[in-house]
Structure formats: structure tokens, C-alpha cells
């Protein structure tokens, strides 16, 4: 649908002043959107060769990128509300400043910094000049290089949320408030799970940007998914599998979908095998904490 719109853009506006990426990241760079998803998108243009082409190419994009974020509300993907969108001229920049953009994040990794790397660093090319996605991935891949201080930080961040288990393996639900005895798939569940698949393969430097494929992209290449890949991957299906039931029950009945269910309306066997896919990511996120030990800030 994304395509269709682009195509759609270029028909409009014509031919772009030089070739461009439309970047998708977040869930949509993840290729794991369900029923609730807003846009993540930004745009990458080749380098202008001269200030006349890059004036038009600023003029250009500025308006292609609001024509196509309008349309793509009017087909049902909302704004996002950080303003994580093309349409921001912040997220609509040549190749050059988005390779400072990755560099800048890595060398000064405050939290703000890391916080964009977990956004950014799941991006695709979704369409458009593929070369220039390539050579954004290429420079990520370096700027990467020996830099541990930042992955450090990543991994603090990242094992931060924990999985709502209590000590005596009981779900640790919301104690008050509109989510009262509920707890947060996305948030709790598939979030954390996302997060250190996503940091085990910036360090196994897989190009791969769905967590599914990045699992299967490092069993054999890296130790932890060698161990647990298998069940890392069935953790979040399963995981999923709840959340997308559970939004197409309040499709059903007339009511915004969101990622809260109450443990006790899952029969025994969902919820054991619920409790089993949040102690996989817990073990790996102990094993996540072992490697990096004193180097996690706050970890």
C-alpha cells in the first residue's frame, strides 16, 4: 500500500532531482506491524552535486513527503506521535547527514542517542534507490566498528524491561488505573525480545531487519542464538499469536485494538506457555547482562 503511494507521489510531483530511499523502521522496518501501527518513515536522497540541485531537492521531498504522510493517514496509518515521519525535515536528508546522523549516535551515545539507534537501526528500503540503503547499511556496519561503550549503553537499555514474572513465576499485572489487572504484550513481551535480537545482530552485523529473520541469520554465527534461537523465535510468535487474537476480538466487538489482556482470561495452556516465552527472554537477557557486566550504565 506504502508503494502504491509513492507511485502515486511520483506521478504527481514528477521525477525527483536525485535518486532517494523511502527509509521504513520500526515495526514496519521490522515487517511486524499488527492491527495498531502508526507510520514510521523518513527519506534518504543521493548527495546533490551542486547548491541549485540541492535547493530543489529540499523543495521536492518537503513536499512529496507531506502528500505522502497526508495519503497515508486517509488509508488508515496514523501520524506518529514522536513526529518519526519524512514529513519532518529533520528525518528528510541526503545520505550525508543521515551518515552523520548513525556516526553522532554511536560516538556520543547519550540516552536520547541510543534511544534513536533503537529506532533507526531496524531501517529498510522499502522503495526506491536500493544502492543508497546498501551504503547507509555499509556505513552503520563501520561506524560500529570497536565501538563498545556504545553497544555497553544498547545492552543497558535494552535490559532494562524486564518480562512481568514475579519470583514465583506469577504474572505481574497493573495494580491500578485503566490497564488494572492487565499487562502489556508489546511493552513487556515482544518489546524486550525485539530489543536484544536487535542487539545481538548489530553485533553479529547481520543486514537482516525482522527479528525472525535476524534469529535465523545468526544460529551458528552467534553463541546466544545458537542456544536459544529456536526458542527466542517461538516466544514471539507465540506472543503475537496473543496480541493479534486479542486486537481482532476488540475489532470484533467495536473497540480500539490495543496490546493489554488480562492473564486470567487465558486458559491454562496460554498461559504457561505465555510464562515460558517471557523466562526465554529473561535468560537471555541475564546472558545479555553477563557479557557486558560493568560496561552497562545503570545496568
Not at 159 to 174: E, M, S
Not at 223 to 230: C, H, L, R, S, Y
Request: charged share 25%; hydrophobic share 35%.
Amino acid at each position: 500500500m506504502v508503494r502504491k503511494v509513492l507511485e502515486i507521489a511520483e506521478r504527481r510531483f514528477g521525477r525527483p532531482p536525485v535518486t532517494y530511499f523511502w527509509m521504513s523502521f520500526g515495526s514496519e522496518g521490522r515487517k511486524e506491524q499488527t492491527f495498531r501501527t502508526d507510520q514510521d518513515n523518513a527519506i534518504v536522497y543521493a548527495d546533490p552535486a551542486s547548491p541549485v540541485q540541492e535547493e530543489a531537492a529540499t523543495r521536492y521531498f518537503a513536499e512529496f513527503a507531506r502528500f505522502v504522510r497526508d495519503s497515508l493517514v486517509q488509508c488508515g496509518f496514523s501520524l506518529c506521535p514522536a513526529d518519526y515521519m519524512a514529513s519532518n525535515p529533520k528525518w528528510c536528508q541526503p545520505l550525508k547527514t543521515w551518515k552523520k546522523y548513525f556516526t553522532t549516535w554511536i560516538t556520543t551515545p547519550n540516552p536520547e542517542a541510543v534511544l534513536r539507534s533503537l529506532i533507526f537501526f531496524d531501517f529498510r528500503c522499502l522503495s526506491g534507490d536500493q544502492a543508497l540503503s546498501d551504503e547507509l547499511r555499509g556505513h552503520l556496519w563501520k561506524a560500529l566498528e570497536g565501538q563498545n561503550i556504545f553497544l555497553a549503553q544498547m545492552a543497558s537499555v535494552t535490559t532494562k524491561h524486564r518480562p512481568p514474572l514475579g519470583f514465583f513465576r506469577t504474572f505481574l499485572v497493573a495494580k491500578d488505573g485503566q490497564h488494572k489487572d492487565e499487562l502489556n504484550l508489546k511493552f513487556s513481551g515482544i518489546g524486550p525480545l525485539v530489543d536484544v535480537v536487535r542487539l545481538l545482530s548489530l553485533e553479529s552485523r547481520v543486514p537482516e531487519t525482522s527479528t525472525l529473520e535476524r534469529i535465523e541469520a545468526m544460529k551458528g554465527k552467534h553463541p546466544v542464538i545458537t542456544n536459544e534461537g529456536d526458542e527466542l523465535a517461538q516466544a514471539f510468535e507465540y506472543i503475537n499469536l496473543l496480541r493479534i487474537h486479542h486486537q481482532v476480538e476488540q475489532m470484533e466487538r467495536g473497540t480500539p485494538p490495543d496490546n493489554f489482556i488480562n492473564p486470567r482470561s487465558l486458559s491454562n495452556l496460554e498461559k504457561r506457555m505465555l510464562k515460558e516465552s517471557f523466562q526465554v527472554i529473561s535468560r537471555v537477557q541475564d546472558s545479555i547482562v553477563d557479557q557486558y557486566g560493568p560496561g552497562m550504565v545503570g545496568g
